[in-house]
């Protein structure tokens, strides 16, 4: 089965920039997508398509894919950028969803 | 407003079943594809099961195949999860959300990304 590794944690300094990874064998062939899920509440979809933005949010995440890796970019950041983060692809008729970043703003 | 709202969530005794429900509204639900999305305690996310807007394409993770049912009926813009044998490691909050679909390359049904969720409901497998 097709597996999805991230780093179980990130931080970064207030007003800079994060990076989180998602590597996968070829990922950069698959449509990724990443959902940040803050403590008590439901998933959130900040980046489908590898780098495309849903309406409502900041033009501060970006994200990029190719090869065996794939990246959630996270640009000046904020406190309440604070959360968990998924990346997710579909592979062999399954959703697979990395194991979850946590993103600590320092 | 777009939005799935889950139900039927509670307390069973392993072996025992239940039926969850996500009402969908704000949204053509009878064209997309939805899925059931469940997180155990302090842990990550693990998808259970897709359906395609017409019922044709239906997939399951391979630790519920055989004992989870996903069903929908598009007239009652709602969602459903049958769960049978229910276990002690099937406790989580179960999600259900959305999403349109795509055909790949050769040809076969393919989901996009999940969008939106619900908030969720709490399933409680315990003796």
């Known amino acids: 089965s097709y597996e999805l590794t991230q780093p179980l944690s990130v931080s970064v300094a207030l007003g800079q920039t994060a990076r989180i990874t998602c590597g996968g064998n070829n990922i950069g062939s698959k449509n990724v997508h990443w959902y940040q899920q803050k403590p008590g509440q439901a998933p959130v979809l900040v980046i489908y398509r590898d780098s495309n933005r849903p309406s409502g949010i900041p033009e501060r995440f970006s994200g990029s894919n190719s090869g065996n890796t794939a990246t959630l970019t996270i640009s000046r950041a904020q406190a309440g950028d604070e959360a968990d983060y998924y990346c997710q692809v579909w592979d062999s008729n399954t959703v697979v969803f990395g194991g979850g970043t946590k993103l600590t703003v320092l | 407003d777009v939005q799935v709202v889950e139900s039927g969530g509670g307390l069973v005794k392993p072996g025992e079943s239940l039926r969850l429900s996500c009402a969908a509204s704000?949204?053509?639900?009878?064209?997309?594809?939805m899925h059931w999305v469940r997180q155990a305690p302090g842990k990550g996310l693990e998808w259970v099961s897709c359906?395609?807007?017409?019922?044709?394409?239906?997939y399951y993770a391979d630790s519920v195949k055989g004992r989870f049912t996903i069903s929908r009926d598009n007239a009652k813009n709602s969602l459903y999860l049958q769960m049978n044998s229910l276990r002690a490691e099937d406790t989580a909050v179960y999600y259900c959300a959305s999403s349109n679909n795509y055909y790949d390359r050769s040809g076969y049904w393919a989901p996009n990304w999940l969008d939106p969720w619900g908030q969720g409901t709490l399933v409680t497998v315990s003796s």
């Open positions: 704000g949204f053509s639900f009878s064209s997309y594809s």
């Open positions: 359906i395609s807007s017409s019922s044709t394409s239906i």
